[in-house]
């Protein structure tokens, strides 16, 4: 791992948005960034998550921890606040949050209801331009946004569905925003993380079988790491990572390139 030396992050205040518990990928990605000597703000939905998050803040050494719910704007703005009040300028913000009903994970795509659809675009796709709306004029030094998205954007994942609708418009707001944001120097990316489990994961009818299939197939042969996922966003906030925007880089074992499962052909 990189000495205090040559910590990748020093100097730069980080957001990351999106943990839940020891086994999210934003848990991993605010492991790495505070291994890189960055000063981390993170924040949580609602009460439920506090205790747990002020933990981590506290293992990590966070500068602060704050309550957001990225669907109300109120709990941005306040977000907005607290940060202000804190951190001269941001120059991180990582965005890995997502969310669909249960139900539209393990029926045919064909039965999703209107409602459905609305919500899984509204936490996992309209919230990054939310969010990067209210955290881009704290990013007076321009910096880096980045989102977590999956293979499920442009390929048809069983029981994917809805989410992968979502993160299809998801990856199209990358490059949206990124043309907006680029004269402000200010990057905005998605990393397309393999299939990996946690939480979120677990709400998707036979996640197994997407990570054994992975496996099976993976030109690594082995799943995603959501620690490789972590090191991949510590390069895009940093000075390493200065000339990509608009992208979206896969850390999936290099599953993607992949015509046919299985390793019998
Ligand atoms: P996770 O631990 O369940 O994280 C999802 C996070 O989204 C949770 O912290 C959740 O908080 C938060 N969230 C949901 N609604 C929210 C809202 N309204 N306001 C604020 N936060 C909200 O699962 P994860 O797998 O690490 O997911 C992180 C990101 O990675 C997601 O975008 C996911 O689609 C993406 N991703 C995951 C995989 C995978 O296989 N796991 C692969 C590729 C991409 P609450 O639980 O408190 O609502």
Known sequence: MASSMSQLLAGKNAVVLGVLNRWSIAYSIAAAFSREGASLYLTYQNDKQKQTVE??????????????????PNDLSSLVGELERSAPAI????????????EDLSRPYLETSRDGYLLAQEVSAFSLVSVARALSPLMKNG???STLTYLGSTRVLPNYNVMGVAKAALEASVRYLAHDLGPNRIRVNA???????????????????????????APLRR???PAEVADTAVFLASDLGRGVTGNVLFVDAGFQIMGIGGTSI
């Open 223 to 225: 799943n995603t790491d």
């Open 55 to 72: 933990e981590f803040g506290a293992e990590l050494k966070a500068a602060g921890v704050y309550q957001c719910d990225v669907t109300k």
């Open 91 to 102: 120059d991180a913000v990582v965005h890995s949050i997502a969310f669909a009903n249960k």
């Open 191 to 217: 990393i397309s993380a393999g299939p990996i489990k946690t939480a979120s994961a677990r709400g998707i009818k036979d996640f197994s079988k997407i990570l054994d299939g992975v496996a099976a197939t």
């Open 143 to 145: 910096g880096s946004i």
